[in-house]
């Protein structure tokens, strides 16, 4: 149903890529337009940030650029400003900013554990903290926080990447419960394997270009293939628009059942 997100306005931070394709937040960025939302795309990189925000814009719908680092309090509550500036309020929170973190407890640096904690939980809070406001001034609003199910699986070693993303879930349940009476929703989704620039940056080194790596992963997928970031984007428009209206505190995976794979 075309219209879901018609004329509400959408910050989504980390809505450029990395690479060539279709991340998650990119495909979100673009997704929530085709619905009718005014997009305010929000990456580090301020290049990432006019790209989508021009991709959007050629495709006839309102998006605007803004480069943040929403590990930094500052920079957040100036980036939620420039949005209410531009725009006059904020309807939908969709958190897409996150790195990955392999290694175990003893493999891990201080320093990584640190920044993929500041970078996958620290930001979320921050623009939660600057957002929440506007919505209960508002009458409302809806977040959509992006996970993993590394926060419910172990598939391998990846202590801070997955203790980080069981922070995100509890920072979701807990935001939903609070606000709930006030018309403020909180939902977040757990994907799985994932075919996005991200996992090709991480993954594609080697002779073979992560060709190997690729065709394992989708491989353990109970499907045969990776998700894409498509997939992602479709979820996340659901939980934000009014269809998802009674939907709160939800842990939504979008993983093909790879939760329930054994062995």
Known sequence: MAGRMQDKVVIVTGAGS???????????AVTYAREGAKVFCVDRNEDAAAEIRRIIENEGFAAAGHAC????EAQVA????????IYGRVDVLHNNVGIAGLGGPVETALADWRRVMDVNVTSM????????????????GAIVNISSLSAVRAARPELAYAASKGAVNSLTINIAMEYADRNIRCNAILPGLMDTPMVHRDFGGGPDGGEAVMASRHALSPTGRM????????????LASDDARYVNGVLFNVDAGLQYRVG
């Open 227 to 238: 998700g894409e970031g498509w997939d992602v984007a479709h979820a996340a428009v659901y």
């Open 69 to 72: 680092d929403v590990a930094d």
């Open 78 to 85: 100036v980036m939620v400003s420039a949005c209410q500036e």
């Open 125 to 140: 809070f921050l623009t939660c903290k600057h957002v929440i406001p506007l919505f209960l001034a508002q009458g409302g």
């Open 18 to 28: 990395v690479g060539p394709g279709w991340g998650n937040g990119k495909a979100s």
